[in-house]
């Protein structure tokens, strides 16, 4: 091998010692970058997930959805064996979140209806009251609980577009629920069509029937 100059082995000497510590940097920045993305990802499995407990939170989606669930009859008024839930189409004009409660023979519903004015200036609410087979709703919230049960969560709750679709299980003292985006997770777009398709069968919508999905009033 020939024997560089000194100037040119230092300098050799230098560079390997620069690139090194370049190659170093890099490796410790894509550590931290990786491991803020697994942060990321393991809150917003969090946010998704189904709780114990009521929808709690006053958060941009969390808060708009309680201020919704607000409208309905307040939990404490349900009974043993209820179910409400919200819906937000992201770039619709319209909203909606449903209250049933199974206290006698039939259950008894209230499907409340937001529309926003075309200049979002304005907001006119609609009040539907009606009622349901016990039958009907025991399906709903049998395959409801299937699925939302025990579910870990997933990374929907990171989507800025499609339906925001929120719910709460009451179930004598226990109260479960969960939030996420049904644009992104096929476990909320899944809750989302089983209440949609039941509610179609009961009541419709005044001015934005939902045969088409969430986003009639697009």
């Known amino acids: 091998m020939p024997d560089h100059p000194r100037p040119l082995r230092k300098w050799l ?30 809150r917003l499995r969090e946010d998704s997930r189904t709780h114990e407990g009521s929808l709690e939170g006053n958060g941009a989606v969390r808060g708009h959805a309680n201020r919704l669930l607000a409208r309905l009859p ?4 349900l ?3 209820a179910f409400r839930f919200v819906a937000v189409p992201e770039l619709s004009y319209y909203t909606y979140v449903v209250s049933l409660s199974a206290k006698g023979a039939t259950v008894e519903g209230v499907l409340i209806t937001t529309e926003r004015s075309r200049d979002e200036k304005k907001t006119t609410t609609t009040e539907q009251n009606f009622t349901m087979p016990r039958n009907d709703y025991h399906a709903l919230v049998t395959e409801m609980d299937h699925l939302a049960d025990h579910f870990g969560g997933d990374d ?9 679709i929120g719910f709460e299980r009451i179930r004598g003292a226990r109260v ?7 644009g992104c997770s096929k476990h ?5 069509e089983i209440v949609r398709l039941t509610l179609m069968r009961f009541v419709t919508p005044r001015g934005s029937p939902l045969g088409h999905g ?5």
């Open 13 to 42: 000497r230098l560079t390997g010692f620069t690139l090194g510590g370049l190659v170093a940097i890099l490796l410790v920045l894509a550590a931290v970058g990786f491991g803020l993305s697994l942060l990321d990802e393991m």
């Open 176 to 182: 479960t629920s969960g939030i996420g985006n049904g």
């Open 74 to 77: 307040p939990r404490s008024t």
């Open 79 to 81: 009974g043993d064996n």
């Open 156 to 164: 929907s709750m990171g989507c800025l577009d499609g339906t925001m």
């Open 188 to 192: 909320y777009a899944a809750i989302g």
């Open 214 to 218: 969430w986003y009639p009033g697009f």
